[in-house]
């Protein structure tokens, strides 16, 4: 079974500082996706990357994606309060099962 | 209009009972998946489908099945509930099989006495 590692899986952060979010997958992909989810609510979906050195930028946040190392990675820029949530990558193996990642639980703080 | 949208929210029942939850969405999309989400937060897709093929993950149980009457309605049938069903489920569709994006409904809440 595909393996799905974030990190960190709890991220308090000061607004106004960048930071990144590792996702790392253990077998050959080329399709990832990033989804937020606010404490109680439903999944939204952020960025669907579909191919090595894919690169999406929505607002304050971007996401890589890097098939080789199989690495994507959802940097935050200049973090504000709005941005609180739990992030979470999946992995599809090309068989359309998606496997999630433990997801990273984000705070930031005024 | 709500683009996906599931009923019930909420669902209390008894261990061994019978279920259904609903999911209709008004998108057009051709797929849609149902997933898991536990106590832990952490979520496993259980089934995608469009008209012509249905993917089921083998770690669910043949407890759960979907029954699709129409391309905008995924609905999921769990049998024999066990305490272990208790978790969210989730809802979605995209089109083109999750190339393109994928819209969640709000969830269902399960909880198994």
């Known amino acids: 079974e595909l393996k799905v590692e974030q990190n960190p899986l709890f991220l308090s952060m000061q607004e106004g500082k960048n930071y990144t979010i590792y996702c790392n997958y253990s077998t050959t992909s080329d399709r990832l996706y990033w989804y937020r989810q606010d404490p109680g609510k439903s999944l939204e979906s952020l960025f669907v990357?579909?191919?090595?050195?894919a690169v999406k930028q929505e607002g304050r946040l971007m996401a890589s994606l890097d098939t080789k190392a199989r690495l994507s990675t959802l940097h935050i820029t200049a973090a504000v309060h709005d941005l609180s949530a739990t992030y979470f990558c999946?992995?599809?193996?090309?068989?359309?099962?998606?496997?999630f990642g433990t997801g990273t639980s984000l705070t930031v703080i005024p | 209009d709500t683009a996906v949208s599931q009923t019930p929210k909420y669902l209390v029942t008894q261990m061994g009972n019978d279920k259904s939850i609903k999911c209709e969405q008004n998108?057009?999309?051709?797929?849609m998946y149902w997933y898991k989400q536990d106590s832990k937060k952490f979520l496993k897709i259980m089934f995608s489908?469009?008209?012509?093929?249905?993917?089921i993950n083998e770690t669910v149980p043949n407890r759960f099945s979907p029954k699709s009457p129409d391309k905008a309605h995924l609905n999921l049938h769990i049998n024999s509930l066990e305490l272990g069903d208790s978790a969210v489920y989730f809802c979605?569709?995209?089109?083109?099989?999750?190339?393109?994006?994928?819209?969640f409904g709000p969830g269902t809440r399960l909880l198994v006495l």
């Open positions: 999946a992995v599809d193996n090309a068989g359309n099962q998606f496997y």
């Open positions: 990357l579909l191919s090595n050195g």
């Open positions: 489908y469009n008209n012509k093929e249905l993917i």
């Open positions: 998108l057009g999309h051709d797929t």
């Open positions: 979605a569709s995209s089109q083109y099989r999750a190339i393109e994006t994928q819209y």
